[in-house]
């Protein structure tokens, strides 16, 4: 069946550092690809996403590029702040007639000043 | 815009006894989703509504967990009984047609 897998955490950096979690997926056809990001107390945030091969999302200095021919869609981020310490989830979304989204285990981020 | 709404945002129950969780969708969407998230995992999908009509229930214990969503809207998550591997967030999001899921803040559940 379909499924996400991500790098496991946490992830300490310190701040302006670069950043860069792993996300491959498994899935049938063509599926979107997403990041949502999740802060303490909070529910989940659609940080970024990319619906075809070669599309990159980005937003808020975060980019991740949809591979097809590697089946990732790695988050990047040049310089990372305090403020960007949170839990990442790497999702994929299949159209099986009403939309699935399967989401990874998560990966948390920790940044130090 | 508001956004996804949920309520009560903590509940403690000792096991064996019943909870309800509610939410209320952004307006106009059509799609409301209902996760378990275990600490330290990814959401699972609980049920999915289309409308007032159920898309996807097949990660739903239905032996103890039931779920509505009357007259398309507002939907509630019983548990009934509860056990301690129910200890979880329960998240509620909502989806216009385009997949992209809005979540509410979760329930934060504990059972002792």
């Known amino acids: 069946g379909d499924s996400v897998t991500q790098m496991e955490g946490p992830v300490t950096l310190s701040e302006e550092a670069f950043l860069t979690i792993n996300c491959t997926y498994t899935a049938t056809g063509y599926p979107s690809l997403f990041w949502y990001v999740q802060y303490p107390g909070e529910g989940l945030q659609l940080l970024l996403k990319a619906t075809k091969a070669d599309d990159k999302g980005s937003n808020k200095g975060f980019e991740a590029t949809y591979r097809k021919e590697t089946t990732s869609f790695h988050l990047e981020k040049g310089s990372v702040q305090v403020s960007d310490s949170a839990v990442y989830f790497c999702a994929l979304l299949r159209n099986t007639g009403g939309f699935k989204t399967i989401f990874g285990a998560g990966t948390r981020l920790f940044v130090k000043a | 815009e508001a956004g996804v709404a949920q309520s009560p945002r903590y509940k403690i129950i000792e096991k064996r006894q019943s909870v309800a969780f509610w939410c209320n969708p952004i307006?106009?969407?059509?799609?409301l989703y209902w996760y378990q998230q275990i600490l330290g995992q990814g959401p699972k999908l609980l049920i999915q509504?289309?409308?007032?009509?159920?898309?996807?229930d097949s990660q739903l214990p239905k032996d103890r967990f039931s779920a509505e969503r009357l007259k398309g809207v507002d939907s509630t998550l019983k548990i009934q009984p509860a056990k301690l591997e129910d200890s979880a967030v329960y998240l509620c999001?909502?989806?216009?047609?385009?997949?992209?899921?809005?979540f509410g803040p979760g329930t934060r559940l504990t059972v002792t």
């Open positions: 999001a909502s989806s216009f047609d385009s997949g992209e899921q809005y």
């Open positions: 307006s106009g969407h059509a799609t």
């Open positions: 509504f289309q409308n007032n009509g159920v898309v996807d």
